[in-house]
């Protein structure tokens, strides 16, 4: 009987494994994006020194506790990389420079984070904001995800506003309970006025300061993109 | 380099005898065959793998207990599966009533035109639109797919040269980028995903499940 178990679990498996259903079920589980596993199986291609790095760096953040989400866009870095045809090298930086803010991200988010919010968090401190600015951001979100903010403010700096100045305009929008439709409205207006011309603190300060003031009203999705005049420059 | 080859001159009839002596029938023991096969007995024979094992006749002798303990455990097996499988899709349904993406844009008033961009949430994920009537191939690439042109398709709809795809993307932020016709390109009306780190830049799609409003 003893030596049947192994026998009996393993058709037991053999039978789950081939289910339709839960192939289904796995695939939706797994949409989130790559896993460990997949990306240590795209870096068996690379060099040795760089495969070893990155090797070393994954196993890092799965033993520093990072969330599943942050493990699975750190080795999306690493898939990324190989498919867009990167060095080896700067892969292996790369992946290392990612996880080594996704670790600050962690520590000054704190627990409670929402899905994406510590690689959006990751993202800020790359771009150039400070610790404290993640901070104000996550506090001005309330028990809504910073992911979005975070985004946001990261995208205006791209664009070449301060990082003051960024962080101020969205945690106006934020302490004024504007929702994700909010945030995208004003990135995409600051994007639109930056590309006319206007100054790009100017334009994050006063395109805050108008959305903040709007009344808020239930969303629509037909509504989202549609774009506010452009401020004088 | 001449010493070399005479002395390989000089070395070739003692070669020629080894070989001669080697191509000679070596005469077997008598007890040679009945050792052989005295060691393989003793040693048995190699392990049968998993596979083969579980198909083996005496897999089959099984007890009737044992009998409805398979029975059960595969009724178990079906029951889980169907309410695994059925949660996976109620799980979009719900999170879609509360849900919003950051690079949501309206995809109501795009026409057919020079490449314009919409992303937007439906009640089963993410669904992107792309107007490129002009072009032959678009696909797209980013987290949830590993970044793997071919994974993804856009289909077109012949009327009205617009290119779709669902994606029953979970909460979280992703970096995304379309290849249009072999060229990677990012979405200009998204946020810029900040980490430009291979060359190619690419969008940021933010899909949040809300939180109730307080």
């Known amino acids: ?50 495969r070893t790095e990155i090797v070393a760096v994954l196993d890092s953040a799965r033993l520093a506790g990072l969330p599943a989400d942050a493990l699975s866009a750190l080795a999306s870095k690493v898939v990324e990389g190989i498919n867009k045809g990167a060095a080896p090298d700067r892969i292996a930086r790369v992946v290392h420079e990612s996880y080594s803010a996704m670790r600050a991200a962690q520590s000054i988010l704190g627990p409670d984070v929402a899905p994406g919010e510590i690689a959006a968090g990751a993202g800020a401190l790359r771009a150039g904001l400070a610790g404290r600015d993640l901070q104000r951001i996550k506090l001005a979100s309330r028990s ?41 409205q004003l990135q995409s207006d600051v994007a639109r006025d930056v590309a006319a011309g206007v100054a790009p603190r100017s334009a994050a300060l006063e395109r805050a300061r108008v959305l903040s003031s709007r009344p808020r ?17 | 380099m001449s010493e070399h080859r005479e002395r390989d001159d000089a070395l070739a009839p003692s070669v020629e005898e080894a070989a001669r002596r080697l191509a000679r029938p070596v005469p077997a023991s008598p007890s040679l065959v009945p050792n052989v096969m005295a060691a393989i007995d003793r040693r048995g024979l190699p392990r049968r793998g998993a596979m083969r094992r579980l198909l083996q006749r005496r897999m089959l002798r099984l007890s009737p207990v044992q009998i409805g303990l398979m029975a059960a455990s595969i009724a178990l097996a079906g029951v889980f599966v169907g309410r695994y499988s059925r949660w996976g899709i109620e799980r979009h349904e719900s999170w879609a009533a509360g849900q919003s993406a950051l690079a949501l844009t309206a995809t109501a008033g795009i026409t057919p035109g020079p490449l314009t961009i919409a992303v937007e949430v439906h009640p089963r994920g993410v669904r992107f639109v792309l107007s490129a009537p ?39 932020r992703y970096s995304y980028a379309f290849v249009v016709d072999g060229r990677w390109m990012a979405d200009p009306q998204s946020p810029r995903a900040p980490e430009d780190d291979f060359g190619r830049p690419n969008s940021v799609l933010v899909v949040n499940r809300e939180a109730s409003r307080t």
């Open chain 1, 1 to 50: 009987m003893r030596s049947r178990v192994p026998r009996y679990a393993a058709l037991l498996a053999a039978l789950v494994s081939a289910s339709p259903g839960l192939a289904r079920a796995q695939a939706t589980a797994s949409s989130g994006g790559a896993t460990i596993a997949v990306a240590l199986d795209a870096a068996r291609g690379l060099e040795p020194r760089a």
């Open chain 1, 144 to 184: 809504r995800p910073a992911t979005g903010a975070l985004v946001v403010a990261t995208d205006m700096i791209n664009r070449g506003v301060p990082a003051a100045d960024a962080v101020a305009a969205v945690v106006r929008l934020a302490e004024s309970g504007a929702d994700g439709e909010a945030l995208l």
């Open chain 1, 217 to 233: 009203t239930p969303s629509s999705p037909a509504s989202a993109g549609s774009p506010s005049p452009a401020i004088p420059q």
């Open chain 2, 134 to 172: 002009e072009v032959r191939n678009v696909s797209l690439v980013g987290d949830f797919n590993g970044w793997r042109a071919d994974a993804t398709p856009l289909v077109r709809d012949p009327t009205t040269g617009l290119w779709t795809v669902d994606l029953p993307i979970s909460a979280g």
